[in-house]
C-alpha cells in the first residue's frame, strides 16, 4: 500500500510538472520579435533657433530624419508648427502600421535648462513591434 501512494504521488507530480511546462510555451509563436523606434525631438526655443526632428531607427540599425517645426517662432508659441508636426508624426505612424508594425509603446520627456522655460525640448518616443 505505501508504494501504491508513493508511485501515485510521483507520477502525479510528473503529470503536474508536464501540464506546467506546456502551459507557458506559446500556441502562436513564430518567431522573434523586432522592434522599430520613432523619436519625435520638438524644440521651444523661439525664432527658428532650435532644431526639431523626428528620427527613424528601423529594425536593422538604418537611421533616417524628417525636419519638424519649433512650437516657437519669434512672438511665441506657433501653434500652426504644432498642428504641422502633429500631421507629418500622426501620417508617419499611420505609415508604419500599415507596414504591420503594432505600437508598442510612447514615451515622453521634457527639458527645460532654464528657470524661465524659454529653452529646451520635448522629446517623445514611439516603440513599435512586429513578428519577424
Same mark, same amino acid.
Given at each position: 500500500?505505501?508504494?501504491?501512494?508513493?508511485? %501515485? $504521488?510521483?507520477?502525479?507530480?510528473?503529470? +503536474?510538472?508536464?501540464?506546467? $511546462?506546456?502551459?507557458?510555451?506559446?500556441?502562436?509563436?513564430? &518567431?522573434?520579435?523586432?522592434?522599430?523606434?520613432?523619436? =519625435?525631438v520638438e524644440s521651444i526655443i523661439p525664432g527658428g533657433l532650435?532644431? +526639431?526632428?523626428?528620427?527613424?531607427?528601423?529594425?536593422?540599425? &538604418?537611421? =533616417?530624419?524628417?525636419?519638424?517645426?519649433?512650437?516657437? %517662432?519669434?512672438?511665441?508659441?506657433?501653434?500652426?508648427?504644432?498642428? %504641422?508636426?502633429?500631421?507629418?508624426?500622426?501620417?508617419?505612424?499611420?505609415?508604419?502600421?500599415?507596414? &504591420?508594425?503594432?505600437?508598442?509603446?510612447?514615451?515622453?520627456?521634457?527639458?527645460?535648462?532654464?528657470?524661465?522655460?524659454?529653452? &529646451?525640448?520635448?522629446?517623445?518616443?514611439?516603440?513599435?513591434?512586429?513578428?519577424?
Amino acid at each position: 500500500m505505501k508504494n501504491y501512494i508513493i508511485i %501515485s $504521488l510521483a507520477l502525479a507530480c510528473l503529470i +503536474s510538472t508536464t501540464l506546467l $511546462l506546456f502551459s507557458f510555451k506559446s500556441k502562436n509563436d513564430t &518567431g522573434a520579435d523586432v522592434y522599430m523606434q520613432v523619436t =519625435t525631438v520638438e524644440s521651444i526655443i523661439p525664432g527658428g533657433l532650435g532644431r +526639431s526632428r523626428m528620427l527613424i531607427t528601423d529594425e536593422n540599425g &538604418g537611421t =533616417t530624419e524628417t525636419d519638424l517645426e519649433n512650437f516657437y %517662432s519669434m512672438v511665441g508659441i506657433n501653434f500652426g508648427n504644432i498642428t %504641422s508636426n502633429n500631421k507629418k508624426i500622426v501620417a508617419k505612424i499611420n505609415e508604419i502600421c500599415s507596414k &504591420g508594425w503594432e505600437l508598442e509603446e510612447v514615451t515622453a520627456g521634457v527639458q527645460s535648462p532654464t528657470d524661465g522655460g524659454k529653452q &529646451g525640448i520635448y522629446l517623445t518616443r514611439y516603440l513599435f513591434k512586429k513578428k519577424k
